[in-house]
């Protein structure tokens, strides 16, 4: 079957979106060499582009890729450049490690690779933008944008990290119950970062996408580590969250608001999961931080059957979020809900009482738009809602906002 080149480009744009860390994560098992793998899986990726419209799309995508990306690192390690300037430990860095990967049968090593990113041997402040850039195929400018690091800062301390793993031969396994613990919550944070980001340049099939794997992740984290309340609370934000996509769309692709949205199309499924993990997370008796989240996602669930939102519990339940892990999107959401229980001119102190911290933070130009425009003051709301149209590239939020700023004019 001939495939014309834009559907293969989809089709290898779908790979890359599902496949990336799985195989880089195979690839550099062997010898801890994630620069290598990745060049490899990005030559896998053109040759896809240029066979795949002519020989058709194979049956296993990832086991096509997997394979070429493999030969190209077994060729690169027979070179004569590399043998004549990298010093080959023959046992560890031969071909054969590579060799012993079984392309129909892909074993998912990207938990693994998680814990090589959260290392003692790594600096702490790189782990989770290293776990989203080598796990979950986040680029540096995106990382960069959503950690405030200008883009060339964010990818020299990936090339510097990287470069450690391999340098410090960190090896791709799962650490023993002692070492465990203390690489969990730099783990934990990875996988939310995964599920939380903005995916400033995507659509809804790149964040369904996207939620898919750090749900994988985070059920795979909660069985791994099943006392360890923080991951069950990860696990249970996630599936909350993840319950309510479904509706978070129209047919056209308009982005609806929670209060808007209709609630029979949330999967009762996931909601159902989401409330066991935060049952789990209780009975261990730790509270944390995505405990919290997830419960106030579960009062907004909650309201599918009562038909009614408990703005005064998901404000106490944001208060003690401050107070446990403060943030600066925290803050912003407890003023949105203040607005719920206050009123606007509650809410609106708040964001004052921030002060310039929400300079360029977006989540807080978009509630105060929305505030001011509850309190009848239109043009500052049309001027807030300009700020954080400025702010945001995605396509949906920004319809979203200039339809909401046409209803001023």
Not at 188 to 217: C, M, N, P, Q
Not at 328 to 343: I, K, Q, Y
Not at 353 to 359: E, S
Request: proline share 5%; net charge negative; with cysteine.
């Amino acid at each position: 079957m001939d495939l014309s080149t834009e559907p293969a480009k989809v089709l290898a744009a779908e790979a890359a979106r599902t496949s990336y860390g799985r195989l880089v994560a195979l690839l550099a098992a062997a010898d801890g060499d994630v620069p290598a793998a990745e060049d490899a899986l990005a030559d896998a990726f053109e040759r896809a582009l240029s066979r795949w419209p002519v020989d058709g799309v194979p049956a296993n995508p990832d086991a096509w890729l997997l394979t070429v990306a493999r030969n190209r690192r077994r060729d690169q390690w027979r070179s004569a450049a590399e043998r004549s300037t990298t010093t080959l430990d023959p046992i560890r860095d031969a071909q054969v490690h590579i060799d012993h990967i079984d392309p129909d049968e892909i074993e998912d090593r990207r938990l693994a690779l998680m814990m090589v990113c959260a290392h003692p041997a790594i600096n702490t402040a790189i782990h989770t933008p290293l776990m989203l850039n080598t796990v979950l195929g986040f680029t540096a400018d995106q990382i960069g944008r959503a950690f405030s690091v200008p883009t060339p800062t964010m990818a020299a301390r990936l090339v510097r990290a990287k470069r450690r793993i391999k340098a410090a031969r960190i090896p791709f396994v799962i650490p023993d119950a002692a070492a465990l613990p203390s690489r969990m919550a730099a783990v934990l944070e990875g996988v939310y970062g995964a599920f939380a980001i903005d995916w400033h340049s995507a659509g809804t099939a790149t964040r369904d996408s996207l939620t898919a794997e750090a749900l994988h992740l985070a059920e795979t984290l909660s069985a791994l580590v099943p006392d360890d309340a923080e991951a069950h609370g990860l696990a249970a934000l996630i599936n909350l969250s993840s319950a309510r996509l479904p509706a978070r769309f129209d047919v056209r692709g308009r982005l609806v608001p929670l209060a808007e949205q209709d609630t029979t199309r949330w999967d009762q499924h996931l909601i159902d999961r989401g409330i066991s993990h935060l049952h789990a997370a209780h009975r261990i008796g730790e509270l944390g931080r995505f405990q919290l989240e997830a419960a106030i996602s579960s009062l907004h669930c909650a309201g599918r059957v009562s038909g009614t939102t408990d703005w005064p519990a998901i404000r106490d339940l944001y208060r003690v979020l401050r107070a446990v892990a403060p943030t600066l999107g925290g803050v912003v959401a407890l003023a949105a809900v203040t607005a719920e229980v206050d009123g606007a001119q509650a809410a609106l102190t708040m964001l004052d009482d921030l002060g310039d911290t929400t300079g360029h933070f977006q989540p807080a130009w978009s509630t105060r738009a929305h505030l001011l425009e509850q309190l009848g003051r239109a043009d500052e709301s049309a001027a807030a809602y300009d700020k954080a149209i400025s702010l945001t590239t995605d396509p949906a939020e920004r319809a979203y906002l200039l339809a909401r700023l046409a209803r001023l004019t």
